[in-house]
């Protein structure tokens, strides 16, 4: 469903969803915020976390061990992910032919929380990748 990107549209795009749809299995959400706005709408229409329906958000905010649930998040490393794009935007500037090369990738860390059902531990991290 389409929503404006801010935690009150994914609570009212999720609320919408599941009032005119079965739950789905799970949800991945983009931000930390969306993610709290979109497990608030599961809970408030009567399902249960993850028990009905699993989630799992991107990059979690340090604030996330102290939720009534602890979020499943697929973190990146940002910083080294934002320093590359900066370095290859420089470097492409200064010279004439920059390297074709393609970027090396970035590993993935899945930190495991309550959110998706996964494990019984209160939070475990596990890498990806």
């Known amino acids: ?53 699993a989630g799992v958000g991107y990059d979690a905010d340090a604030a996330n061990t102290h939720a009534p649930l602890i979020l499943t998040t697929a973190q ?5 992910i934002a320093r590359a794009a900066l370095s290859r935007v420089l470097d492409a500037a200064g010279h004439p032919n920059p390297p074709s090369a393609p970027p090396s990738p970035f590993g993935v860390h899945l930190s495991l929380g309550e959110t998706c059902g996964c494990t019984p531990e209160r939070t475990t991290s596990a890498p990806v990748g």
């Open 1 to 53: 469903m389409p929503t404006d990107l801010t935690p009150a549209g994914a609570y009212d795009a999720v609320r919408r969803h599941l009032a005119d749809h079965p739950a789905p299995d799970g949800l991945v959400v983009g931000t930390y915020a969306q993610a709290a706005a979109t497990l608030r709408a599961v809970v408030d229409a009567g399902l249960r976390i993850p028990e009905d329906v």
């Open 76 to 80: 990146q490393p940002i910083d080294d």
